[in-house]
């Protein structure tokens, strides 16, 4: 139930209670429909949010749509499993006081705030119902979740019946966003949202689906901040890329420093500019390794600082974070090797950063350092699995 505050009192603020970077839409690793988009259709996400509030709205991505996006309504309500919620927690969001909306291509909007009481780790539901053609979607390719469609209008529904498509996609949602926050136990809960930035080790590639195991989730569990992934797979630090979104330098701003409340950054960003080179000449090499070129320790560091330097400008600390080991995985090579060791060795000695988390120590192969632990690797080598995200969210907890 929405709290009355005071009269003459100021609203209470918003922080980021999750996110989700937006990318253009594409084939990606398994089907999504980003591509063919959405005709009269209710499109449902499951999300867990980081903060614990009595107010929540949404923010609605369009960045990569070519034309207008006609949003007919949306819903949010507690999740009760699958692509079911609660019976009386489904709350219709207004727009600028209407049910319906349009979202300018190339633009996001935020609805209006809706009075929904939601605990902190608490999964969600955020339904859309577009009657319209979309057309090509704006979508983040790897949620690690799945996302429900339906024929028709199905946003009020409470039962998941309807809802007879899924994909591990998420679409349009970008973030959730809450205010008027109930106490919260936990060290940090008032010290400010905590945006982690990467690729996909951010992202949670080799997490158990629908779980939430991400190493953001396991931040967010241990020290009870706000904590918004802007992770997204394959991107690249210096480079745009038609599967893997654009370059982080051109990101950073929207997908880390505009999220509400923020007040710490966690980097961890360089692997795929040193490995892709090497990826994309071995044998039966995927065309997505692309571009490509060799990359210098030098010029990732003055990306490092280009963003160290817009972050400090909004007045938000980053924590730099090492490049985990990677031996023996489709981006080691000589030359990759070599640039990683020397990024490695700048981030734990610049000083550059407000503070760096050491994940090539912590998570590095006893009987031999340039591997990922198997104890914390995914079958790839290259990913953490869960054990190694929750040791990830162990190393950089107290420096958030």
Not at 338 to 345: A, F, G, I, K, Y
Request: hydrophobic share 40%; glycine share 12%; net charge neutral.
């Amino acid at each position: 139930m929405l709290t009355g505050a005071p009269a003459g009192a100021k609203p209470a603020p918003w922080t980021a209670a999750w996110g989700a970077a937006p990318q253009s839409p594409s084939t990606g690793f398994t089907a999504n429909w980003s591509q063919e988009g959405f005709s009269h259709q209710t499109v449902r996400q499951v999300v867990r949010v980081t903060a614990a509030g009595e107010r929540v709205r949404i923010r609605i991505s369009n960045a990569y749509g070519t034309s207008p996006l006609r949003v007919t309504g949306a819903t949010v309500a507690r999740a009760a499993g699958g692509a079911s919620v609660r019976p009386g927690s489904v709350r219709h969001l207004t727009f600028g006081g209407e049910r319906a909306t349009e979202v300018p291509a190339r633009g996001e909007l935020r609805s209006d705030p809706a009075a929904l009481g939601l605990r902190r780790l608490e999964r969600v539901t955020v339904t859309l119902y577009l009657a319209g053609t979309t057309g090509p979607a704006t979508f983040h390719s790897q949620a690690w979740a799945d996302t429900y469609r339906a024929e028709g209008d199905h946003r009020a529904d409470t039962d998941g019946a309807a809802f007879t498509a899924r994909t591990g996609s998420w679409y349009y949602l970008s973030g959730v966003e809450v205010s008027g926050a109930r106490p919260a136990a936990g060290p940090g809960t008032d010290a400010g949202a905590v945006v982690v930035f990467g690729d996909s080790i951010t992202d949670g590639f080799g997490s158990t689906p629908n779980a939430d195991r991400r190493y953001s989730d396991a931040l967010a569990e241990r020290t009870g901040r706000p904590v918004v992934n802007a992770g997204i797979g394959g991107n690249l630090v210096l480079n745009d890329s038609a599967w893997y979104g654009e370059r982080s330098t051109a990101r950073f701003g929207r997908d880390a420093l505009d999220q509400p409340g923020v007040s710490t950054v966690v980097l961890l960003q360089g692997l795929n500019d040193i490995g892709f080179s090497e990826a994309a000449r071995k044998p039966g090499a995927s065309p997505t390794y692309k571009p490509s070129p060799q990359v210098t320790s030098r010029q990732l560091i003055a990306a490092y600082r280009e963003l160290i330097d817009a972050a400090h400008a909004r007045g938000v600390r980053v924590v730099g974070a090492t490049l985990l080991p990677f031996k023996d995985t489709t981006h080691w090579g000589p030359a990759a090797a070599r640039t990683s060791e020397e990024v490695n060795h700048w981030i734990r000695t610049s000083g550059a950063f407000d503070a760096h988390v050491d994940f090539a120590e912590v998570l590095a192969d006893p009987a031999d350092p340039r591997r990922l632990d198997p104890a914390y690797a995914y079958e790839d080598g290259l990913h953490p699995d869960d054990a190694g995200y929750r040791r990830m969210a162990e190393a950089v907890a107290p420096l958030v």
